[in-house]
């Protein structure tokens, strides 16, 4: 198993930026991807953003709505990964989670995450 914890989260107004981090622990030797993951009130979690790792290196991949904005990136030194969130709108308010996929099909380790508000 792998803990997964989040931090950065806060009050932004729009146009702000944000770091958030994730901090893994536990079995992090077998994870096969990284990624964060969104959930606004009312609204089923979407993906934000993820890595991929591969023997030839990692991939990232992003939302629509996020690219060009948001940037992922991973410190395999410190079992961290982050997310940076430049240009925020009010539309990304929301509960951001971090996730592990690990010897999966899928994502099976979750954080509990961090919420994040924008204003105008």
């Known amino acids: 198993q792998v803990q997964l914890v989040e931090s950065g989260g806060g009050l932004v107004q729009a146009g702000g930026s944000l770091r958030l981090s994730c901090a893994a622990s536990?079995?992090?030797?077998?994870?096969?991807?990284m990624g964060w993951f969104r959930q606004a009130p009312g609204k089923e979690r979407e993906f934000v953003a993820d890595?991929?790792?591969?023997?030839?290196?990692?991939?990232?991949y992003y939302a629509d709505a996020v690219k060009g904005r948001f940037t992922i990136s991973g410190d395999s030194a410190k079992n961290t990964l982050y997310l940076q969130m430049n240009s925020l709108k009010p539309e990304d308010t929301a509960v951001y989670y971090c996730?592990?996929?690990?010897?999966?099909?899928?994502?099976?380790?979750w954080g509990r995450g961090t919420q994040v508000t924008v204003h105008s």
């Open positions: 536990g079995r992090t030797f077998s994870t096969q991807a």
């Open positions: 890595i991929t790792y591969k023997r030839s290196g990692g991939s990232t």
């Open positions: 996730a592990a996929q690990i010897s999966a099909s899928d994502y099976n380790n």
